[in-house]
């Protein structure tokens, strides 16, 4: 069974992040004065006992017109796996925590149009990631040992015959004019 709950901690985290100035990507959300509401995604199996979702632990989703119709005041969802919330993995608990809120919150996108915020929601992509590791570091154990593989990857060699790239940026050279 899927219900999905209002939780004071986790609006009070999410109020924190987006509040802290020190996040100043997240100026544009607090410029557009954007409302988010915070819900944990609670799925529980046929015993009753609690169980993690499936995917991304924490996403925000734009409110329809539906979501409005149903009472709902509020420019995004953002909704988190009640799970992953309450037993967070990572080398800080509470860090992890805000990571996941990070990242989640960093797929909103605002774009002014007339005069007027239009949201939507960026692709998640590898730059949303590194945002958020840059912020927090190798928050869980999967971050570092990826890190660790890159780090100690072998660097591809340039094919024989074919120049390496330059270390510099080299400016082009003039062209010459041609006679006409």
């Known amino acids: 069974m899927t ?33 988010v509401l915070p819900l944990l995604k609670v799925v529980t199996n046929k015993e009753g006992e609690h169980t993690p979702c499936k995917g991304i632990p924490a996403q925000v989703k734009k409110v329809s017109d539906l979501h409005r119709a149903a009472g709902i005041d509020a420019d995004y969802l953002l909704v988190v796996d009640y799970y992953a919330w309450n037993h967070p993995k990572g080398i800080n608990p509470q860090i992890t925590l805000d990571a996941m809120l990070h990242h989640a919150l960093k797929a909103i996108k605002i774009e002014v149009k007339e005069g007027k915020p239009k949201f939507s929601k960026n692709d998640p992509d590898v730059e949303v990631f590194i945002d958020t590791v840059n912020r927090f570091g190798a928050f869980q154990e999967e971050i570092k040992t990826i890190t660790d593989m890159v780090e100690h990857a072998p660097q591809p060699e340039a094919p024989e015959g074919e120049p390496e790239a330059p270390a510099e940026e080299q400016p082009a050279p003039a062209q010459a004019k041609r006679k006409k």
């Open 3 to 35: 219900e999905y709950v209002e939780d004071a901690g986790l609006n009070d985290a999410l109020a924190a992040i987006l509040k802290n100035v020190s996040y100043a990507e997240f100026s544009p959300l607090r410029d557009a004065k954007i409302k």
